[in-house]
């Protein structure tokens, strides 16, 4: 989103109310402009536009796409408009969130068919979205949403609860929704700006209770994570963190963190990619006091969803790597990302960072942008697309 | 929108223009601007035949880039935003209609409305443009692109309440980038502004 492109060119437009601007000067720059030096200003870089309309599966070019040996991508579900962070409900349905449409949806698989649904309509970006004991929680902008006993009831969904307001001045703030081991909701509430000295409601992942009490920060300087996960086996947390715009094509990157207890600082907005100092903010600050990250993930590509691998499916080494969709840049002259990554972490050694599925842009032409990940009960893998709307299925056949 | 809503939404279309065949209502989502055309008839008493109204306060949306006016179509009929003429007409649209009217009216050419601006504001809002990037994302003459709608030779009292309107953070918006920025302007440079973006040509 993101910059929204309405596409990642979303990610970055993000931005909060003039009212956080770092100063006069600065608050009079728009959303996704703002940090760019004068040099840069002529630049004709701009978020690429969100279709109004998903793409039909027949007009996909999921041909395009290059996989490793074995392994084969197909359209899962076309027609969803958006298409963002997916989340599994007990009966099998898919639930998924949206930004620019406004939409929640449940996809409904009928042997072989998929059927889409609107479950939720009209909300203010509800990118995030979780299921837990039969209720789907949705964090749009404003609010986090509770839906009670929602697969009983896809066609006439009940009235949302409101479980928590979000800070008033969060306006441009989209949301990653996610279930911690402890069993509290996590989500981010990213930076009000490209590059701004943030309020402490700002920059950070936070989590709070299942019923909405308990609010807490748990990571800090984070300019804006719209992925996370828990280590399978250590059950700590691992996030995905976009870069700020306008430093250039080749810096910063956008970064994969570990946040093995709350508490830490990631470096936003003094310190990026863990050595680069801000030329605004980063004065009179050394990138040895945040917790650096632990992998860097290519500048500009909008790292999004992030998973780590817990099924059977695919071939042994892939156990326990992070998957991590890069959903591709807008602030780059030659397009980066467009890609699904895996990262093995390893004990002692640097994590080894590789390209699983590649081919979502032909030169600068954007032929999908993979955003979010979730594994189906048989070990398969779902991607979404909130270019093309669509969702789909990579499975593995020795 | 459920399948059986969306086919009530498109037969109050048909019955409304009464001029539909079954084929534009159902098949492939391929864009059909002669379908269009037909189904923006309604449109016409307010915005004109080509997409060019003339009435104060009522935008003109000839040559507007389709998917601003898909976007805009899609957020009037869902509520998320309200106006008392324009509600009513955007709910009767059904999902595969909104890419056809869209389509239409990005292929008409957009003719200037009457405005009489003042030259003085008109030569200090040009700079304003420029300094807060208005021509980034609406385009170098402000004709649009995308999701981002012309500006240039739109009608003077429609810009100025939409303006106003992000700056109250009252006006709805699509991604919230305008609301954004709309707060670093003053009343008097939403004012020049205002008298810029009316005094340019509407088509290239």
């Keep these: 989103m993101s910059p929204s492109r309405l596409a990642r060119p979303l990610t970055v437009l993000l931005l909060g109310g003039g009212l956080l601007w770092p100063s006069a000067a600065q608050a009079q720059q728009p959303a996704w402009k703002q940090g ?188 804006n994570s719209v992925g996370f996960d828990w280590h399978p086996v250590t059950k700590e947390l691992y996030f995905t963190n976009h870069g700020r715009d306008w430093m250039g094509d080749d810096v910063p990157n956008d970064t994969l963190h570990h946040a093995p207890r709350p508490g830490l600082h990631f470096g936003y907005p003094h310190c990026h990619q863990g050595d680069i ?21 290519g500048p500009h590509v909008a790292a999004m969803g992030i998973r780590f691998y817990t099924g059977s499916m695919f071939p042994s080494e892939y156990r326990h790597r992070a998957f991590i969709a890069l959903k591709g840049s807008w602030n780059r002259t030659q397009k980066s990302g467009y890609r699904i990554m895996t990262v093995e972490l390893r004990p002692g050694a640097p994590p080894r960072y590789e390209v699983f599925a590649d081919g979502f842009r032909d030169g600068d032409k954007v032929l999908g942008r993979p955003t979010y990940i979730q594994w189906m009960p048989d070990g398969s893998m779902l991607v979404s697309d909130d270019y093309h709307g669509a969702i789909y299925r990579i499975t593995y056949q020795p | 929108m459920t399948s059986r809503s969306v086919a009530l939404a498109v037969l109050s279309v048909i019955a409304l223009l009464g001029a539909l065949t079954a084929a534009a209502t159902t098949g492939t989502p391929a864009v059909d601007v002669e379908a269009g055309r037909r189904k923006a008839e309604v449109c016409a008493q307010c915005h004109g035949p080509d997409g060019n109204a003339t009435a104060p306060g009522t935008p003109s949306i000839a040559g507007m880039p389709a998917f601003y006016t898909h976007w805009q179509l899609i957020m009037y009929r869902d509520g998320r935003r309200r106006d008392p003429q324009m509600t009513p007409f955007a709910e009767r649209l059904g999902e595969g209609d909104l890419a056809d009217v ?77 609301t954004m920025v709309a707060q670093g302007l003053t009343a008097a440079d939403i004012e020049s502004l205002v008298h810029f973006m009316a005094s340019l040509p509407p088509a290239p």
């Excluded at chain 1, 084969?72 to 997916?86: C, E, L």
């Excluded at chain 1, 449409?101 to 979780?130: C, H, I, T």
């Excluded at chain 1, 801000?278 to 992998?295: H, K, N, Q, T, Y």
């Excluded at chain 2, 200090?124 to 443009?129: K, M």
């Design chain 1, 277 to 297: 100092q801000d030329p605004d903010f980063g004065a009179g600050r050394a990138c040895s006091e945040f917790a650096p990250p632990l992998l860097k993930l």
């Design chain 2, 102 to 178: 869209a389509a239409f009216y990005a292929a008409q050419r957009a003719t200037a409305r009457p405005a009489s601006t003042d030259p003085a504001r008109v030569a200090a809002g040009r700079p304003l443009a420029e300094k807060f990037h208005c021509t980034s994302c609406h385009g170098p003459r402000l004709l649009g692109q995308g999701q981002v709608p012309r500006l240039a030779g739109q009608d003077f009292d429609y810009l100025m309440k939409r303006l106003s309107g992000y700056k109250a953070k009252s006006a709805s918006d699509l991604d919230g980038m305008m």
């Design chain 1, 36 to 223: 760019q030096p004068p040099s840069m200003s002529t630049s004709p870089l701009a978020p690429i536009p969100a279709p109004p309309s998903p793409t039909p599966a027949a007009q996909i070019p999921v041909d395009k796409i290059k996989l490793p040996p074995g392994f084969k991508i197909s359209v899962w579900a076309d027609g969803i408009s958006n298409a963002r962070s997916m989340t599994f409900g007990d009966r099998g349905t898919v639930f998924l969130g949206s930004r620019v449409a406004g939409n929640v949806y449940a996809v409904v698989d009928r042997g072989g068919k998929r059927e889409v649904k609107v479950v939720a309509k009209g909300l203010m970006q509800p990118s995030g979205v979780l299921f837990k004991d039969g209720a789907l929680y949705v964090a749009e902008i404003p609010r986090l949403l509770k839906f009670e006993n929602i697969e009983a009831s896809l066609d006439s969904p009940p009235a949302p609860k409101v479980l928590y307001e979000y800070p008033k001045e969060s306006h441009h703030n989209w949301r990653y929704l996610a279930l911690g081991p402890d069993g509290k909701l996590y989500f981010n509430m990213g930076a009000p700006c490209n590059i701004c000295d943030p309020p402490d409601t700002h920059a950070n992942i936070s989590r709070i209770n299942l019923d909405g009490t308990g609010f807490e920060y748990y990571a800090r300087g984070v300019r």
